[in-house]
């Protein structure tokens, strides 16, 4: 099992998003329960392009630190919506003999639904920690609504299994043991 810790980048880790504070707790267990279990955790983030204000070098692409990685922990950039769009990421997952991979970060309605079926269209298990995505408004949706549709209507018994943190945590025990 790998942990995929995606876009949670300075310039859009902040309260504009559904249930910040929680989205943050929820998001720092779940690191440090895959650190001690002895799960890798991998951190991507998303290059918008220079010139952007979100791109390398900018203080906005950096990572939230308040879920910062540790040295030794792999961090890919991307260019587009999945994950998976980095090759080099792509071609290391797809290379695991574990297929289960569980997926936190930002923001819910794009990077995450992009790379959650990105992974499962390439046979991955897909594990979703409650609580542990989020995103913005939208002209369409509050940033709630936008949460609970992909996280309790989209994925569940589709493209992920949608956990409870709890459960999540356990999942880790029990799957790498």
Same mark, same amino acid.
């Given at each position: ?28 267990? $779940?690191?440090? *329960?895959?650190?001690? @279990?002895?799960? +890798?955790? &991998?951190? #991507? ?17 950096? $990572?939230?630190? *308040?879920?910062?990685? @540790?040295?030794? +922990?792999? &961090?890919? #950039? ?100």
């Amino acid at each position: 099992m790998i942990l995929l810790v995606i876009d949670i980048q300075k310039g859009i880790t902040d309260e504009r998003l559904y249930d910040y504070e929680g989205f943050i707790n929820r998001t720092s267990r $779940i690191i440090s *329960a895959s650190r001690d @279990k002895g799960v +890798e955790v &991998i951190y #991507v983030q998303h290059d918008d392009g220079p010139g952007t204000g979100f791109s390398i070098g900018d203080e906005e692409f950096e $990572i939230a630190d *308040a879920v910062a990685p @540790k040295s030794d +922990e792999k &961090i890919f #950039v991307k260019i587009v919506n999945s994950c998976f769009g980095n090759k080099e990421l792509a071609e290391y997952l797809d290379k695991q003999e574990d297929k289960s991979l569980m997926i936190v970060g930002l923001q819910t309605n794009y990077c995450i639904d992009a790379s959650i079926k990105s992974a499962f269209d390439r046979g991955f298990k897909v594990i979703i920690p409650e609580g542990t995505n989020s995103t913005f408004d939208n002209d369409y949706m509050d940033k709630e609504t936008t949460y609970r549709y992909y996280n309790e209507l989209i994925w569940p018994d589709r493209f992920a299994e949608c956990v409870s943190l709890d459960a999540a945590i356990s999942f880790l025990s029990d799957h790498n043991e």
